[in-house]
Antibody
Framework: EVQLVESGGGLVQPGGSLRLSCAAS????????MNWVRQAPGKGLEWVSY????????YYADSVKGRFTISRDNAKNSLYLQMNSLRAEDTALYYC????????????WGQGTLVTVSS | EIVLTQSPATLSLSPGERATLSCRAS??????LAWYQQKPGQAPRLLIH???NRATGIPARFSGSGSGTDFTLTISSLEPEDFAVYYC????????FGGGTKVEVK
């Protein structure tokens, strides 16, 4: 069974930094493209960032470009999101989400980690 | 950026009724559209991919149709567990989600 477990969320002041992690198990992590998707409290879903299976291709939403950095360590079956210059509008539940075999949509999801940006 | 507009925002129906949800794209996304279901406190679940293909394990009462800019998710006969929020998502140009449709018990 595929499991994605996020961690690293918490309360941070505006302008601060946080690093999120996503630990994957139950499948060959290194074969799958990964994403971060967030959901502000009571709001809809927003795609944040994508990374290819090898890590060579990366994309960001305009709202986080230049502030967030996605990375992965295939040896550790882990995905990361380094978030700098955080703003109040970054407050959200952050999900890691995986594509699956030949399916370029979000097929596997974690349960999310909550990031709150507030003074 | 491709904007996806979902309607209605809320759909009030009774179990056993048919639900029809709409998703309209600001420009053509071909068939690169998916539908997700999200229940309170849970992560979204993929229902339909590439406009009309059910994901693994999704019941046959869920069906998707459309192409280009207009898409529909139909639930043929609502079960109690189907009351939830539904999102559409496109992958034709970057990745964007619609604002969601809440299907609630009438």
């Amino acid at each position: 069974e595929v499991q994605l477990v996020e961690s690293g969320g918490g309360l941070v002041q505006p302008g601060g930094s946080l690093r999120l992690s996503c630990a994957a198990s139950g499948y060959t992590f290194s074969s799958y493209e990964m994403n971060w998707v967030r959901q502000a409290p009571g709001k809809g879903l927003e795609w944040v960032s994508y990374i290819s299976s090898s890590g060579s291709t990366i994309y960001y939403a305009d709202s986080v470009k230049g502030r967030f950095t996605i990375s992965r360590d295939n040896a550790k079956n882990s995905l990361y999101l380094q978030m700098n210059s955080l703003r109040a509008e970054d407050t959200a539940l952050y999900y890691c989400a995986s594509y699956s075999d030949n399916l370029y949509y979000f097929d596997y999801w974690g349960q999310g980690t909550l990031v709150t940006v507030s003074s | 950026e491709i904007v996806l507009t979902q309607s209605p925002a809320t759909l009030s129906l009774s179990p056993g009724e048919r639900a029809t949800l709409s998703c309209r794209a600001s420009q053509s996304v071909s068939s690169y559209l998916a539908w997700y279901q999200q229940k309170p406190g849970q992560a979204p679940r993929l229902l339909i991919h590439d406009a009309s293909n059910r994901a693994t394990g999704i019941p046959a009462r869920f069906s998707g149709s459309g192409s280009g800019t207009d898409f529909t998710l139909t639930i043929s006969s609502l079960e109690p567990e189907d009351f939830a929020v539904y999102y559409c998502q496109q992958r034709s140009n970057s990745l964007t989600f619609g604002g969601g449709t809440k299907v609630e018990v009438k």
